[in-house]
């Protein structure tokens, strides 16, 4: 079995704008209220995001800002101390999604008014006196707010700090462990006052930039040929060391087959694409390929490993001790035969693996890690 490096998504980092990079900048807009007990907004928050429709939930890559307009409407005269608002990024384990098993990563917060900076209704001339916080009637505040790209994290006993990617929203339904994002918005009313909290679920993707293909590579999909080779081109591929598969065949004899797998570079995938692989083997018994059901046999997978905290177990303890692991395989590859062999002990496959666009992003985050390999499993074959 061969294990490669890391998989993850492809974005093109905001500081190097591309057109790749805007073909995700929408201008979508949400609202949210908090209601009265009369079922009557007071509160109103306008946000923009990347979301594909108003009714799905705000969507933010790495690199957007967190924008919007937040309104009152106090029919009354009410006391306010301030308006704030925090980005919070939450892991949660076990099988419900609540603060009990949620352990907060990230907690970004701004502050959309306070008292201090005066009536906001007033002139800043009108009175030398310290306001004293009391609202009544429409008031409305812009907001804008950078959505995280990472976080300081500090491994072990290590001195200095190192900043890691945001990890992926995530949560799936054979998987106790999650990734959520929230945006609060928080009205405080000051000392024995009941406060006001708005909670917006939202969805954060990362943004990867990968090293640019060989340049064989990309005038063969630019012009629609076929992909050069390794031995053609070796700063398209990551060929691996060759790998030998043993067994027996029907007769009860030994055989063996030698692999040779490689991949194709940079080794950081995009989701929605195919990526394409090539593998060599050769032997010195023809039998070998006729007791096996070629390319059919062939056992190339794309599995992923998740690693969080177990549920309910705090991060006091050495995470060693309190993690989990979630294994699946979630891709497997296709192969077929290029051309006819001009050795008949020697054989050539060409492969593609299918990269589901809904898989999230890689992630080298201690409390939740997503790592990706790539696995030559061995042959699926009752003749060998």
Not at 269 to 285: E, I, K, N, Q
Request: a positive charge; aromatic letters at 10%.
């Amino acid at each position: 079995t061969t294990e490669l490096p890391t998989y993850s998504t492809v974005f093109h980092e905001p500081e190097t704008p591309s057109r790749s990079a805007f073909e995700h900048h929408r201008d979508t807009v949400h609202q949210f209220h908090m209601p009265t007990s009369k079922g009557k907004p007071w509160a109103i928050v306008r946000l923009k995001s990347n979301a594909r429709s108003h009714t799905d939930a705000p969507h933010y890559f790495a690199g957007n800002h967190v924008s919007g307009v937040f309104a009152l409407h106090l029919t009354e005269p009410t006391q306010l101390k301030d308006i704030t608002l925090s980005i919070r990024g939450q892991i949660i384990t076990g099988e419900y999604c609540n603060d009990i098993s949620a352990y907060t990563f990230l907690n970004e917060l701004i502050t959309i008014w306070s008292k201090d900076w005066g009536d906001p209704g007033g002139s800043p001339f009108s009175s030398s006196s310290k306001f004293s916080g009391r609202l009544s009637g429409d008031y409305s505040w812009p907001f804008d707010l950078p959505f995280p790209t990472g976080l300081s994290h500090r491994v072990g006993n290590a001195s200095t700090a190192t900043l890691i990617r945001l990890p992926d929203t995530f949560r799936e339904a054979n998987c106790n462990g999650s990734v959520r994002y929230q945006l609060i918005f928080r009205v405080n009313r000051g000392k024995l006052q009941a406060n006001s909290k708005l909670q917006v679920p939202v969805l954060y993707t990362p943004r990867i930039t990968p090293e640019p293909m060989s340049l064989l590579r990309q005038m063969a999909y630019e012009n629609s040929l076929p992909l050069a080779r390794p031995d053609s081109d070796p700063a398209g591929w990551h060929t691996l060391p060759p790998v030998i598969s043993t067994g027996k065949l029907l007769d009860g004899s030994n055989g063996t087959l030698h692999c040779t797998l490689s991949l194709p570079l940079p080794l950081v995938y995009t989701r929605g694409s195919v990526a394409p692989f090539y593998l060599r083997m050769h032997s010195t018994d023809i039998r070998i390929f006729r007791a096996l059901d070629l390319p059919k046999a062939i056992n190339l997978i794309l599995r992923r490993r998740i690693t969080y905290l177990e549920p309910r177990i705090g991060v006091k303890k050495r995470l060693q001790d309190c993690t989990e692991t979630s294994v699946i395989d979630v891709s497997k590859a296709l192969w077929w035969s290029p051309d006819s062999p001009d050795d008949p002990l020697r054989r050539i496959f060409e492969g593609e693996l299918h990269i589901h666009k809904q898989l999230p992003a890689a992630s080298d985050y201690e409390l939740f890690g997503i790592e990706y390999t790539v696995e030559l499993l061995p042959f699926k074959s009752p003749g060998f």
